[in-house]
């Protein structure tokens, strides 16, 4: 059972547009969604996260926006850079009880051509 | 950069053989966790401790045992490789009072 859903799995984009990523959940538990960048060779590292009571947040050329009602949420990428080329993982938490583990979508690979 | 060593950071084993990697940190996290990361599968949890000597299996647990007896250490072993556990394996923390996980650098295996 595939708790978290994403799509695009490759995504090709030029320099200055805009790069889209979404996400859909299944389990209402959830209530952290962060997305996480990795570049080749390295492990994932934390770009941007919310939380389930505000519809977006942005960060730079970064926004999240969640809706709720339809268990999705997404990640935009504004003014795309060569230098954002990377996978894109999105992933939830349920922060109940003790288990504080992520649920990874399964990916986007996304080239910024310059 | 979050103080989480894993180590060996490549390794190639041969089928039926033992294999234990190891996740070290100097955070003072309580939460650590294991993953494998393969092509069109994302990330997928193989087993998370809570706290020394309190673990528990994630979904791709079967083949894999794990130990933590210290805070700092977090092993990963493969009771007998097989080629389907040719993977990058990842290592995480997190602790209860932040949201976010800290990765390893990951491990290279290649079961032959």
């Known amino acids: 059972q595939q708790q978290v859903k994403q799509s695009p799995q490759s995504l090709i984009v030029q320099k200055g547009g805009i790069s889209i990523i979404n996400c859909a959940y299944e389990n209402t538990a959830f209530d952290y969604f962060p997305w996480y960048q990795q570049f080749p060779g390295k492990g994932p590292a934390l770009l941007i996260a919310?939380?389930?009571?505000?519809s977006e947040k942005k960060e730079g050329r970064f926004t999240i926006s969640f809706n709720k009602s339809a268990k999705q949420f997404s990640l935009h990428i504004m003014d795309s850079q060569p230098g954002d080329s990377a996978t894109y993982f999105c992933?939830?938490?349920?922060?109940?009880?003790?288990?504080?583990?992520?649920?990874f979508g399964k990916g986007t690979l996304l080239t910024v051509n310059p | 950069d979050a103080g989480i060593t894993q180590s060996p950071r490549h390794k190639v084993t041969e089928t039926g053989t033992p294999v234990t990697l190891r996740c070290h940190q100097t955070?003072?996290?309580?939460?650590m966790y294991w993953y494998r990361q393969d092509p069109g599968h994302g990330l997928r949890l193989i087993h998370y401790s809570y706290g020394v000597k309190d673990t528990d299996k994630g979904e791709v647990s079967d083949g894999y045992s794990v130990s933590r007896s210290k805070t700092e250490d977090f092993l990963l072993t493969l009771e007998s490789a097989t080629s389907s556990q040719t993977s990058v394996y990842f290592c995480?923390?997190?602790?209860?009072?932040?949201?976010?996980?800290?990765f390893g650098q990951g491990t290279r295996l290649t079961v032959v």
């Open positions: 955070e003072n996290h309580r939460y």
């Open positions: 992933a939830a938490r349920n922060s109940g009880g003790s288990n504080y583990k992520l649920t």
């Open positions: 919310i939380r389930p009571d505000v």
């Open positions: 995480a923390i997190s602790d209860w009072s932040s949201t976010e996980a800290f």
